[in-house]
Structures are given as C-alpha cells and as structure tokens.
C-alpha cells in the first residue's frame, strides 16, 4: 500500500472541516486519495444511545464513544472513573471524596453538592440500569467494552435526572466463544493493579462470563503536624471488585443476569488547610503531596460496599421486540475525615492551642454514612422492527429507592468524642411512560419524536440527637413532588454518502430536590424542580475515504429554576436554591483520524458558555478568600454575613474550555508489534463555588499521559508488556475547596509511573 501523501495535522483538519460544513463530498483530495487506496480505515462505532444499536454517525444526538487503547490507555494507574475528565467534549468529574461519590458536569451542568442524597443533571447509566445515589457512581471501570457520553437533555428515553446529559457503561458480555483476560501493572508509591475477565460456552444455549479486579496502595502521605506526627499515615487503599454473568440464548429468547459487587477500604480524600496562597490561585511553596498537617488523621477512614444485580429479558416477535430490565442495587459508606485540614483552632481549659497551617477558626472533624441503601428499578419496553418507514418503541419504568443517611460530628479537643448525630431516612418513588417514533420520509431524511410523563415523589425526615453547636435535639420532616412530560424533536438529513446533519430540541426536568443535613443548622431545605429546553444541531462526517471522521455540534440551551447548591459560607452545610433562570451555549468538535498505517490521531475540542441570570439570588461566602462578586450584609448569629450577589456569573466547575488530543504510532517489529501514545487533555480555569473569588478560582489544568509497549502473539494467546505515565510533568495545582472555615484545598493526583503485563487468551 502506498504512503500517504505528506500534510500537517492542522492541513488535514483544516481541509476536513471545510468539507464537512459545506456539506459536500471530499472530491478534490477524495480523487486525489483514491489513486493510493487505503484499507487502514477507521472502524465503524456502533452504540446504544437510544435504546438500540445503531451507527454512531447516523444518530441524531451529541454522543462520543471511547473504547479499545484509548480507554486502556486512560485508565492506567489505577485510576478510578475520575480518568474520564476533560477526555470527552463537555465531560467533566470532580469529587471531593475521593474514589467514591463523583459528581459528573456535561456542558456546564452539575451538581457540587456533597451531602450523600444529592441529585445530580447527568445520570449514570451501567448496562442499562440508572445508577441514581452518587455512591453507586463511583463503582470501578473494568471489563468495560465502551463508554457513551450522550450531551444534551436525555429525558425522553432515559428519564429520571438527565437535564444535562447521560454517562453510559457497557460492560463486556458473555458469549459462545473463550475468551478472556488477565493484567497486573505497579506504579508509583508501591500501587498494584491488576484485572481479569474469562468466559465461554456452559452450554449450546447458556455462557458466562467472570470478571474481577483488585486495587492495592499503602498509604504514603506523612502527617507532620505538631503532636500529631506519623509516618504513611493517609493516601492508601484496597479495591476489590467482581462482576458475573450469565447469558441464555434462545431462539427468540435471551436472558442476561448480571451481579457485581464491591468493597473499598482507604483513606478519604486529602483536604489541606490553607494551601492557597491569600490573595492568589497559587499552592503555597512549601507544599508537598506526601504530608498533611492534621490534628485529624489518625481517625480518618472511608469504607465501601456496594452490590447488585440485574435480569434482562427480551423476546423476539415477529414484528416487535419485548425487553424487560428487572434491577436492585444497595451501597454502604461510612467516610471519616479531617474536614479543616489542619490543627487546633480550639481550647482546652480555656487556653488556645497551637495551630496551623496558617488560621483555623475552629477545627472541624466530620463523617457521613449509608448504612442502609436499597434501589429496584423496572423498565418494560416494546419496540417495534417493521420494514417499512415507521417504526417505534413504547415503555414503562419504575424507581424505588430507601436510603439512610447518618451525619457525625467529633469533639477533635476531646480525642474525637461523637458531640454530634442526624439520621436522615429519605423514600424516593417514581415512574414514567414513555414513546418514541421514528419516521423515514426519503432515503435521505428520518425525523424521530419522543414524549415521557414523568411523576416523582420524595418523603424526607431528619432526626437530631446530638448537636455539635448546642442547638439540641430537632426532629423535621419534608416532602416533594412533582411531575413533568419531557420530550424531543430530531432529523437526520444524510447529506451524501459521507456526511449526516442533524437538528435537535429537547425539554427535560430534574424532579424536586431535599437536603437535612442539619448538624449545623436547623434547617432543611428544598429545590423545586428544574426544566430546561436544548437546540443544537451538527454535522457527522466521515471523509478522506474513511482515514478521517469529523462531527461538530452548536447547543444553546436555557434552564428555569435551575437547583444550585450553596456549599459552604460558614458552616460546614449545603442549602439548596433555585435560579431564575441560567442559559448555555457552545460548540463541541469530535475528530478521528488515520495518519497513516502507523498513526492514529484523534483532536477534540468544546466551548461552554454558561451565565446565571438572577439579580435577586446572592448566597454566603468564604471564611478568610477574596470575594470578587458584589456583596451586602445580612445580620448573622455570631454578627454581620456577606451575602454575594450570582447575578452573571458562570456555573461552579464549568470550565469554558476542554480539548484533548491523542496520537497512537504502531509499528511491527520482529514477530510482533512496538506501540506508544500519547495523550494531553486540556480543562480552562473554574469557579469552584456559586461566588467568585481570587483563591477558589481554579487554574488551567493541563495533564499528559504517555504508553509505550510491545505486544505479541503465541498460539490463542496474545501478550503486552507495557510502560507508562500519567500527569508527566507532575501539574500539581487546586481542582476543589472547603470555604466554611479555611481556605482548604484538594489538590489532582500527582505524576504516576508504572509498568503492566497483559495477557488475552481466545
């Protein structure tokens, strides 16, 4: 096969981009191309963001697919589901507890909120079963075949909390054919990393499928402060994880059961008193990954389990097909830590101790637990497979949750004696009937239409015992409701062989929302619901004879009542309020490209402009940072608070900017194949709470991950051995904060360097 012709990547995109938006063939350099034919192309993305499988290209939503090396690629080290930040145009994820609870941000929507109830706009969905509670979130990425970000409201089909967008996991399945594999890596402060999935044929009819994963650290960070010292004191963690399945075909029956389980011992996240230089964005120069200054540490502790099962039925008619998802999932959590992060900021006999790093007005050493979780969701849906021009499908869905929440608070003074409890129970149910049809007008144009009725009911108590702040026992009780039709208009024009353009508007909704997490208050608060309507519209591309794909999406979106959590401002307490109304706009660019036989290339890029509009809506802010928003005081309890006017300002972690560009060389070499990549991912500065201020203005983050290895092949087995390293050049800076009483940062993981050995067998 003849080279391809020499050009730069920014010719190539250049040209292509020309192409795709005028919305002609890529004759000039398409002829110019079919004189060398190439049959290195890129492969065709088949994914189920609507219900079924479908050709990337040729479906009328913003929906980006990673999988095979890339996926490998990013989930080296360890990583939790974290490693999917700034990866995707318009994804990001944060957490402020580490490998557990993230909190996902699709263009500019998200929620900061920590408490353990805490709905959030984009939903997790893991093969097809909604992970509603932020814990179930969390659980590790391993035997996954393909991850779907859908962008842009999801409410039709996918219902409850997905205003913003949708996560999707599909996990490798059983099947007839042996297959399986086994990988162990070990990196950085001693972190081993290993995984493995077998399955096959039982039966003519019935295969399983068995996959497992362990995750081992010790903990590494130092605690260096006064009184308190100790070595390898925080930073470790055991992650165990298995998944089983088992999958019965029929002639026009399947059944597919699915069990996963989880059990997570560590240490929560690091928070670092006063690690933001005052008047700056800047870590402090003596900071260090490997030591904490805590009065706190010895005690903290963050422990997991989780588990659950699903039963997917599906009968094939002769014009239509039956799917029933049957689903129960429970998680448990109990996670300690020091909240202030750093020592004193208390008396014992009336006399001040020492403290530090820097000013603690008063120590803080909190934890909150689920120690009971249980989630039954049902869907059954009926779509129909008519040869003809019109085809639908039909269905209804069912969410029960019960969930038990405990909040503490310790006395740090008194050897962290328990001076504060609330329980908290909170009964979810809701349910839905949905449709969605499908219309071919020509071969060229297909227009779809989906409409959902939504109902959604909230029962809420908050019972408590003991008060850290003497306000005493307090026992309230909430209820909220509501319901909603949610619905969406799509066309698909295909505009010649290579090029789809597409339209879209979609209305959504995220039901009412509740917090009592009343240790520190006495209030629970509420947040009614939230609706948003989206229009966007693209072009999905394929070009230089299939060695390039191109798909650009402009969004405006407007939401009304929007839920925003007031984290913070004085108390270690989140309040729920509703915006008037916040708009977004932007632009997302997916690109795939093959250089050549040895190189692959994928650039993408995304825009998000979002801005609150309220002139009435103004919140708390920071203990000790530099507040950049207009402010006016109210009367407090212990004297006057200001009060930051949100009026303009952008969402909290929406960066404005995200970009990501990948480059994959492969080359044979003796009787098998020398590879290494690349990656950089880019995410623009954040506003870390609803205010604006000078310390918890997040900066730029830059992180660089790069692969190198040799793979092989022996018979039915193919192995790889591999080096690699994530954020290569140790970009150490602050991705979140506590405000309530210091100015205490979470600081991204530091560089990470490691070595794996992988085996697949077929």
Wanted: proline residues 3%; contains cysteine.
């Amino acid at each position: 096969m003849k080279a391809m012709k020499r050009s730069t990547l920014a010719t190539l995109i250049n040209a292509t981009l020309f192409s795709a938006v005028a919305g002609t063939s890529f004759s000039s350099l398409a002829a110019e191309e079919k004189t060398a034919k190439k049959s290195n192309q890129l492969e065709v993305i088949q994914v189920t963001a609507r219900k079924r499988v479908e050709n990337a290209q040729e479906v009328p939503v913003a929906v980006s697919a990673l999988q095979g090396d890339n996926l490998d690629a990013y989930s080296s080290a360890g990583m939790d589901i974290r490693f999917l930040n700034a990866k995707i145009p318009s994804l990001s994820i944060e957490s402020s507890f580490g490998r557990s609870f993230p909190r996902f941000y699709v263009r500019g929507l998200g929620n900061t909120d920590f408490d353990l109830n805490a709905s959030q706009p984009v939903s997790l969905v893991v093969d097809e079963v909604v992970q509603e509670n932020a814990i179930l979130k969390g659980f590790p990425v391993f035997d996954v075949e393909r991850v779907e970000v859908l962008r842009g409201p999801q409410g039709t089909l996918f219902g409850r909390n997905t205003p913003a967008g949708l996560v999707k996991f599909d996990t490798v399945k059983p099947s007839q054919e042996f297959d399986g594999y086994g990988s162990v890596s070990y990196g950085s402060r001693g972190a081993v990393d290993t995984s493995g999935a077998v399955g096959g044929a039982l039966t003519d009819r019935l295969s399983a499928r068995v996959s497992l994963l362990w995750q081992d650290k010790d903990d590494y960070i130092d605690n260096q402060a006064p009184g308190f010292e100790a070595k390898d004191e925080q930073g470790g963690y055991t992650e165990k994880a298995a998944r089983v399945q088992f999958l019965y075909e029929g002639d026009d029956f399947t059944a597919l059961l699915n069990y996963h389980t989880r059990d997570l011992d560590g240490s929560p996240i690091a928070f670092r008193a006063n690690v933001i230089k005052t008047g700056t964005n800047e870590l402090v120069d003596n900071y260090e990954s490997d030591v904490v200054y805590q009065d706190a540490a010895s005690r903290s502790t963050q422990q997991v389990e989780s588990e659950g099962a699903s039963l997917k039925l599906e009968w094939e008619l002769k014009n239509h097909t039956i799917t029933s998802i049957s689903a129960w999932e429970s998680a448990e959590i109990y996670s300690r830590a020091d909240i202030d992060g750093g020592y004193g900021g208390f008396s014992i006999d009336d006399v001040p101790v020492a403290m530090g790093p820097g000013f603690i007005p008063f120590s803080s050493e909190s934890a909150d637990g689920i120690p009971d979780h249980d989630q039954l969701t049902q869907e059954l849906r009926l779509s129909s497979n008519f040869d003809g021009d019109l085809n639908y499908q039909v269905g209804v869905f069912y969410f029960d949750e019960e969930l038990t929440i405990e909040n503490f608070s310790y006395d740090t003074s008194n050897n962290g004696v328990l001076n504060g409890y609330v329980r908290q129970q909170q009964d979810t149910t809701a349910w839905a009937i949905f449709g969605s049809v499908d219309y071919t007008f020509s071969d060229d144009l297909k227009v779809t239409a989906g409409l959902r009725y939504s109902d959604d009911d909230k029962d809420f108590v908050a019972d408590r015992t003991l008060s850290p702040i003497g306000g005493g026992a307090l026992l309230v009780g909430r209820d909220v409701s509501d319901d909603h039709v949610s619905w969406d208009l799509s066309a698909n024009y295909k505009v010649n062989d290579d090029v789809n353009w597409y339209g879209r508007v979609a209305n959504s909704f995220r039901a009412p929302s509740l917090q009592g997490r009343i240790l520190f208050g006495d209030d629970v608060t509420t947040a009614e619901s939230e609706t948003v309507t989206s229009y966007e519209t693209g072009i999905k591309s394929d070009v230089l004879d299939g060695q390039g794909r191109v798909n650009a999406t402009v969004f405006y979106y407007t939401m009304d009542d929007q839920q925003l959590t007031a984290v913070g401002g004085g108390a270690n307490f989140n309040r729920l309020v509703n915006a008037d109304k916040t708009t977004g706009y932007g632009f997302e660019l997916d690109t795939q490209w093959v250089l050549s036989d040895e190189f692959n290339a994928t650039f993408n890029l995304s825009y998000n402009k979002t801005e609150i509009k309220d002139n009435d809506l103004a919140v708390a802010v920071c203990a000790q940072c530099t507040v950049t928003d207009p402010t006016f005081q109210v009367a407090g309890a212990f004297g006057p608070e200001d009060r930051a006017i949100l009026d303009g300002n952008s969402l909290p972690h929406a960066p404005e900017w995200i970009s990501n560009f990948t480059l994959r060389y492969t080359k044979e070499l003796a009787d098998g194949n020398f590879f290494a990549s690349g990656d950089i991912s880019y995410r623009s500065k954040i506003n870390m709470f609803l205010y604006e201020s000078v310390e918890f203005e997040g900066k730029e983050l830059i992180e660089t991950g790069l692969r190198t290895g040799y793979t092989w092949s022996e018979g039915d087995y193919e192995y790889e051995v591999a080096a690699f390293v994530r954020n290569l050049f140790d970009e150490q800076q602050v991705i979140g904060a506590v405000d309530f009483n210091n100015n205490t940062g979470i600081v991204n993981e530091e560089r990470y360097v490691g070595a794996e050995f992988k085996v697949r067998f077929f």
